[in-house]
């Protein structure tokens, strides 16, 4: 939990006066924008746009300003979490269920910051298993051909129904142990009929403030 607000508040410092700030959602993000909730009651002027309800909800409740993206250009900078973190700088991301939207803001913006404590650093990403956001339609067809690329996959439930993203979409965890080549991976899951996207974020984060040998470190790609 230390790790999670040391991480997060540190990610404040690349928010400045005027921009348009991508707010991912997460437990370690959580205390970035919070502390961005505290800066703007104390004047600092940016418009924010939520990668989940939840993060949304969060937002209004801390009097953080948010616009859509029919209201701007472009965002300038993203802050989210990660369920793994590779030297490279891939991620696996999803593990809340918001994985479509947090890759739309993060290709959307100037700069993708990263915030992860260090047990989300890993040599070769797949530990954590792979979200995949399906349609609900044929899902188990999609299922079917995650399967015959190597994955073990696995419908997510909530109080024992589909859990369902804040786009109406089930979401599909599958291990397919190591990782290694992460790009041909994404490419070839989001081929399969039915498959929205995956949480395969790749060269897509720009910098990972994280924990390292106990010190605060900021990895730059």
């Given at each position: 939990?230390?790790?999670?607000?040391?991480?997060?508040?540190?990610?404040?410092?690349?928010?400045?006066?005027?921009?348009?700030?991508?707010?991912?959602?997460?437990?370690?993000v959580y205390y970035f924008i919070s502390k961005l909730g505290q800066l703007v009651q104390q004047g600092l002027s940016?418009?924010?746009?939520?990668?989940?309800?939840?993060?949304?909800?969060?937002?209004?409740?801390?009097?953080?300003?948010?616009?859509?993206?029919?209201?701007?250009?472009?965002?300038?900078?993203?802050?989210?979490?990660?369920?793994?973190?590779?030297?490279?700088?891939?991620?696996?991301?999803?593990?809340?269920?918001?994985?479509?939207?947090?890759?739309?803001?993060?290709?959307?913006?100037?700069?993708?910051?990263?915030?992860?404590?260090?047990?989300?650093?890993?040599?070769?990403?797949?530990?954590?298993?792979?979200?995949?956001?399906?349609?609900?339609?044929?899902?188990?067809?999609?299922?079917?051909?995650?399967?015959?690329?190597?994955?073990?996959?696995?419908?997510?439930?909530?109080?024992?129904?589909?859990?369902?993203?804040?786009?109406?979409?089930?979401?599909?965890?599958?291990?397919?142990?190591?990782?290694?080549?992460?790009?041909?991976?994404?490419?070839?899951?989001?081929?399969?009929?039915?498959?929205?996207?995956?949480?395969?974020?790749?060269?897509?984060?720009?910098?990972?403030?994280?924990?390292?040998?106990?010190?605060?470190?900021?990895?730059?790609?």
């Open positions: 939990m230390i790790e999670k607000k040391e991480v997060g508040e540190k990610a404040v410092e690349y928010v400045k006066d005027g921009m348009v700030v991508g707010l991912g959602t997460g437990s370690t940016i418009k924010g746009v939520p990668t989940s309800k939840h993060t949304e909800k969060l937002a209004i409740e801390l009097g953080i300003p948010l616009v859509s993206f029919n209201e701007i250009e472009q965002i300038d900078v993203a802050i989210d979490g990660a369920d793994e973190v590779d030297p490279d700088l891939n991620l696996i991301k999803g593990g809340g269920g918001a994985l479509l939207r947090e890759k739309i803001i993060a290709k959307a913006a100037k700069t993708f910051i990263i915030v992860a404590d260090s047990h989300k650093n890993v040599d070769t990403l797949g530990t954590f298993p792979l979200p995949i956001e399906v349609v609900p339609y044929g899902f188990e067809m999609t299922v079917k051909h995650i399967r015959e690329i190597g994955g073990s996959p696995m419908l997510r439930q909530k109080d024992g129904l589909p859990f369902l993203t804040d786009n109406g979409n089930y979401v599909i965890d599958s291990r397919f142990q190591e990782i290694k080549h992460p790009k041909e991976l994404e490419k070839n899951l989001n081929l399969i009929p039915g498959v929205v996207d995956n949480g395969l974020f790749v060269g897509l984060a720009d910098a990972v403030i994280t924990i390292m040998d106990k010190k605060l470190v900021t990895k730059v790609r």
